[in-house]
């Protein structure tokens, strides 16, 4: 069955420090991997994208890593601020199906000054 | 800016009485995409338009139903709404099914009394 596990489910975080979170997939045949990030009452945002061969990849103060052995992503963000604070959901793509996104539960992140 | 608009914000409703939620993209996108999400779980898909052609997930209740009289609109019609029908309901787009990323709307927020 293809499922996209994600963990920690909810995390609190002083502003300023790092944080990662972490997703887990079991979705064949694979295309890419997305993180978004939905801010409250709003709809999720691409950060962003990494297909099969990228390891990392970056978007300001946010890194996610993709091993496709493992079958794993994380997303870092560094130096976090309070806006940083929201849902950040890991989303992927099928390579064929016309149902072709799985999405994770998402991890709840709260940023605190 | 092209966008995904989504009217209302927030809609209540009364158990029973049919709602309609509307979405409209500047985008001109072929593809647009109904998602249900209920508090800390995935958006789950509903059902999705590749232009005319309307394709419904299997698990969909009949009670959902859908029209897009063109390009740009797409509307989510609720017949007769539950108490379990509330829930955040998200419209995306995307320029094809391909590997394309879908843009989405800032939700509408459905209470059902």
């Known amino acids: 069955k293809n499922q996209v596990e994600q963990s920690p489910q909810s995390l609190i975080i002083l502003e300023g420090k790092n944080c990662t979170l972490q997703?887990?997939?079991?979705?064949?045949?694979?295309?890419?991997l997305r993180w978004y990030k939905q801010d409250t009452g709003r709809g999720p945002v691409s950060l962003t994208i990494m297909t099969f061969s990228e390891n990392t990849k970056s978007n300001g103060r946010y890194t996610a890593t993709l091993d496709a052995d493992t079958k794993q992503s994380s997303l870092h963000i560094t130096a976090s601020q309070l806006s940083d604070s929201a849902s950040y959901i890991c989303?992927?793509?099928?390579?064929?199906?016309?149902?072709?996104?799985?999405f994770g539960k998402g991890t709840r992140l709260s940023v605190i000054a | 800016d092209a966008m995904v608009i989504q009217n209302p914000r927030y809609q209540v409703t009364q158990f029973g009485k049919p709602v309609t939620l509307s979405c409209s993209q500047t985008?001109?996108?072929?593809?647009m995409y109904w998602y249900q999400q209920k508090s800390s779980q995935a958006p789950k898909l509903l059902f999705h338009?590749?232009?005319?052609?309307?394709?419904n997930e299997a698990d969909t209740p009949d009670n959902f139903q859908s029209r897009r009289p063109n390009t740009s609109f797409c509307f989510l019609d609720i017949r007769s709404p539950g108490l379990g029908d509330a829930a955040m309901y998200l419209c995306?787009?995307?320029?094809?099914?391909?590997?394309?990323?879908?843009?989405f709307g800032p939700g509408t927020r459905l209470t059902v009394l």
């Open positions: 995306a787009t995307s320029r094809d099914r391909a590997n394309n990323e879908q843009f």
């Open positions: 997703c887990n997939y079991t979705v064949s045949p694979f295309s890419n």
């Open positions: 338009y590749y232009d005319k052609d309307f394709n």
């Open positions: 989303v992927v793509r099928l390579f064929s199906g016309n149902t072709p996104l799985v």
């Open positions: 985008l001109n996108h072929n593809v």
